[in-house]
């Protein structure tokens, strides 16, 4: 079956402008996460839904980060105004109900010039 | 400190040799651990999970969770060149469902 994908897979932007970066999680999966994962580094916690509900935003680094999940299946995140030290790789996992094991899709990578 | 090291390597090993892979951390609410190997331009895919202190094995591969030391370890035997990538371990507490991770360890096998 389809795993989790994401689009763009590469975005460049040009500091200032606004992105929005979407996430297809795996069919009936009810929870869905957002993470950051800069060069060398692990994936660092953004945001959780539960199916439409944001449960957990406490990841975001300013409120120029923003996630929907508006019917509780595709998810955007939208990055306004964006700043050199937002390029990163952007993961997006899902996970059927309460389950642990998050599966992950490959990524968006944001380059902010 | 962060509440998750892991050594970033780099880690070189021939073929055939066992691997060891390793995070300590500090936070002792933490009860589930992972470990993830992450493929260049790759998202990262879950290999083990486990609870309990204690080991689990899975074909080549064998987790083992020292809760007393917080201490976790992953072991991969019989190493094949299939397996360079970087290595991330993730915990997560009990009804909070997201990950910490370790920083990753870039593994290269050689033929």
């Known amino acids: 079956g389809a795993g989790v994908s994401q689009s763009p897979r590469y975005k460049v932007a040009k500091r200032g402008q606004d992105v929005a970066l979407r996430c297809d999680p795996i069919s009936g999966h009810v929870s869905l996460f957002w993470y950051q994962q800069a060069l060398g580094q692990g994936p660092e916690f953004l945001t959780y839904f539960q199916n439409e509900a944001q449960l957990d935003k406490s990841g975001l680094p300013s409120d120029r980060f923003f996630a929907e999940r508006p019917e509780g299946s595709v998810s955007t995140l939208k990055i306004q105004r964006t700043q050199q030290e937002d390029s990163a790789v952007y993961l997006c996992a899902s996970s059927l109900g309460t389950s642990r094991e998050q599966y992950f899709g490959p990524g968006t990578r944001l380059t902010v010039t | 400190q962060k509440e998750v090291e892991q050594d970033p390597g780099p880690l070189s090993v021939p073929e055939g040799a066992i691997v060891s892979l390793n995070c300590t951390y500090s936070?002792?609410?933490?009860?589930?651990f992972m470990w993830y190997r992450q493929y260049s331009r790759k998202g990262p895919e879950l290999l083990m999970y486990?609870?309990?202190?204690g080991n689990k094995e899975d074909g080549r591969f064998t987790a083992q969770v020292d809760k007393s030391s917080k201490y976790i370890s992953l072991f991969i035997r019989d190493s094949q060149p299939s397996d360079s990538a970087t290595y991330l371990c993730a915990m997560t507490i009990g009804s909070n469902y997201k990950l910490t991770f370790g920083k990753g360890t870039l593994l290269t096998v050689n033929p």
């Open positions: 486990t609870y309990s202190s």
């Open positions: 936070n002792s609410a933490f009860q589930y």
